[in-house]
């Protein structure tokens, strides 16, 4: 499965494309989308036309992207939600399911304390993915939330399979990938652990 993660902002937009084959996460590629100087519908139109640009050279089977916080500043958190909407319409104009983690899911699934630094995310995205040299803090951010898709896939096809061999019989267990956005939705992280 390759998971494309995007991490929305006004001035810098992250990406990060890994590839999940069973236990191992392949990096493939990631960067940022530098957005210039403008009036506010000007910037969100160069997000858009990059997340597009980025969605369709990835040929990835799903996006991930994190759900906006509440700043301490409304006017902030106002402009991140209308940039984080143009790079989730960007997505789905590509035909891209969309699936959100908040950023204390993110930090915990990556590593393990939910109010990480950023330079905390670089390295441990760089660890696991056995990366020469530490992602920008967007890029890291962005190949974090695909890993933590990745891990989350997981443990739900897990989960699924568990239930299933004791519960019911084996022809019912759902295809890989099968999982809906909506249960991914409900799952929580622990610990940088899945719980129900």
């Given amino acids: 499965m ?5 991490d929305p902002g006004l001035n810098t937009t992250g990406y990060g494309l890994l590839e999940a084959r069973g236990q191992r996460l392949h990096y493939q590629a990631s960067g940022a989308i530098r957005i210039p100087k403008g009036t506010l519908p000007e910037r969100l139109k160069t997000l858009f036309e990059g997340v597009s640009t980025v969605a369709r050279d990835a040929a990835a089977d799903v996006a991930v992207v994190e759900i906006v916080f509440v700043n301490v500043n409304p006017q902030s958190t106002l402009l991140l939600g209308q940039a984080r909407g143009a790079a989730i319409a960007a997505l789905v104009a590509q035909g891209l399911p969309v699936v959100e983690y908040t950023a204390l899911q993110l930090k915990k699934s990556i590593v393990g304390y939910g109010r990480a630094s950023k330079a905390q995310m670089q390295d441990m995205v760089m660890r696991l993915l056995t990366l ?9 951010d962005a190949l974090g939330l695909a890993i933590c898709h990745a891990h989350a896939q997981r443990g ?6 568990a239930r299933t061999t004791m519960e019911q019989p084996a022809a019912a267990i759902p295809p890989a990938g099968a999982i809906s956005a ?3 939705r409900r799952m929580r992280m622990r610990r940088g652990r899945l719980i129900g």
């Fill in 2 to 6: 390759r998971i494309l993660g995007i």
């Fill in 132 to 140: 020469p040299g530490q992602p920008g803090p967007d890029a890291a």
């Fill in 156 to 161: 739900l096809a897990a989960l699924t399979g």
């Fill in 182 to 184: 909506t249960q991914l």
